[in-house]
T-cell receptor, first 113, second 113 residues
């Protein structure tokens, strides 16, 4: 089973709201990733967690705050977002940070109004 | 040097035809070359991947051809079907902690019935 699940599927939020995106995998993977994907563009890496510790932050604005509560869960906390943050947010996982295969979830379609 | 160049941007193929998407890279440290298939509103799905020790890998109707000396690889979809209509991303990666998956720009494939 190579399933990564994400909730919610769709999210509409105002610029003053606080919301969270959730990601879960039960493959025993120790690396988890957040990507942002704009329409007709490839995914852009935001954060990497390795063994529940943040290992890479691709200079993402602080209005995005990742959290890894345990080895199966990954959250992305959102606060004071801008309309240009509207995108598909993808979670992915791999056996380890540095492993070849990455498996993506279905994404959360975020709209900031 | 981290770029992966993908062409064409879009492709229209008749049902039953062969779809060919090409990618080129510069970084000789890359040693893993996956293709992802993404349907609208879904996350990218790992389709097929190749390591540079082989020149071709086939899985069903999907074949990767790899030319190490030219630093190019391509995806061939034989007997293309309307259900293959999607965006295809090539990518490249080198094994190891902190090494990221580098995506091409994507190709939108439409298979006409």
């Amino acid at each position: 089973d190579t399933e990564v699940t994400q909730t919610p599927k769709h999210l509409v939020m105002g610029m003053t709201n606080k919301k969270s995106l959730k990601c879960e995998q039960h493959m025993g993977h120790r690396a988890m990733y957040w990507y942002k994907q704009k329409a007709k563009k490839p995914p852009e890496l935001m954060f990497v967690y390795s063994y529940e510790k943040l290992s890479i932050n691709e200079s993402v604005p602080s209005r995005f705050s990742p959290e890894c509560p345990n080895s199966s869960l990954l959250n992305l906390h959102l606060h004071a977002l801008q309309p240009e943050d509207s995108a598909l947010y993808l979670c992915a996982s791999s056996q380890e940070d540095g492993s070849y295969e990455q498996y993506f979830g279905p994404g959360t379609r975020l709209t900031v109004t | 040097q981290q770029q992966v160049k993908q062409s064409p941007q879009s492709l229209i193929v008749q049902k039953g035809g062969i779809s060919i998407i090409n990618c080129a890279y510069e970084n000789t440290a890359f040693d893993y070359f996956p293709w992802y298939q993404q349907f609208p509103g879904k996350g990218p799905a790992l389709l097929i991947a190749i390591r540079p020790d082989v020149s071709e890998k086939k899985e069903g109707r999907f074949t990767i051809s790899f030319n190490k000396s030219a630093k190019q690889f391509s995806l061939h979809i034989m007997d293309s079907q309307p259900g293959d209509s999607a965006t295809y991303f090539c990518a490249a990666k080198s094994f190891g902690y902190g090494n990221k998956l580098v995506f091409g720009a994507g190709t939108i494939l439409r298979v006409k019935s």
